[in-house]
C-alpha cells in the first residue's frame, strides 16, 4: 500500500501561484510514477501532470503546459505541482495519485493509489 497525503492548498487571486504537495509512505517511492489530477465541481476528474519514477521525463495536460511543473525529490517522498499564472478555471480539487504500472499515465485508470484531495480555489 502506498499512502497518499495532499497539502497546499489554498485561496489565490487569477494570475498567482500556488505550490501543492504530496507526501508518500508505506512503499519504496522511487518505484512509482507520481501523477497530478484535479476534478472542477460537476466536471469528471481530469489529468493534470505526470511525472517518471526518476524523474527525467514529465507530461502535462495542454492546459497545465507552460504554466505548471511537476517535480519530485525521491530522497524526500514527495511530490510537487507548482502553479503559476492560475486562472479561474483551474479552480477544482487537486489530487496526487501513484502509478508502478505505467511510466507516464495520463488515465485515472492507470493509477492505484490517491490521495484524498487538496482544494484549489482561483478567484479574479
Known amino acids: 500500500q502506498v499512502q497518499l497525503v495532499e497539502s497546499g492548498g489554498g485561496l489565490v487571486q487569477a494570475g498567482g501561484s500556488l505550490r501543492v504537495s504530496c507526501a508518500a509512505s508505506?512503499?519504496?517511492?522511487?518505484?512509482?510514477?507520481m501523477g497530478w489530477f484535479r476534478q472542477a465541481p460537476g466536471k469528471e476528474r481530469e489529468f493534470v501532470a505526470v511525472?517518471?519514477?526518476?524523474?527525467?521525463?514529465?507530461a502535462y495536460a495542454d492546459s497545465a503546459k507552460g504554466r505548471f511543473t511537476i517535480s519530485r525529490d525521491n530522497s524526500k517522498n514527495t511530490a510537487t505541482l507548482q502553479m503559476n499564472s492560475l486562472k479561474p478555471e483551474d479552480t477544482a480539487v487537486y489530487y496526487c495519485?501513484?502509478?508502478?504500472?505505467?511510466?507516464?499515465?495520463?488515465?485515472?485508470?492507470?493509477?492505484?493509489?490517491w490521495g484524498q484531495g487538496t482544494q484549489v480555489t482561483v478567484f479574479s
Open positions: 511525472i517518471s519514477r526518476d524523474g527525467r521525463d514529465t
Open positions: 495519485a501513484a502509478t508502478a504500472r505505467y511510466s507516464l499515465g495520463t488515465w485515472s485508470r492507470h493509477y492505484d493509489y
Open positions: 508505506g512503499r519504496t517511492f522511487s518505484n512509482y510514477a
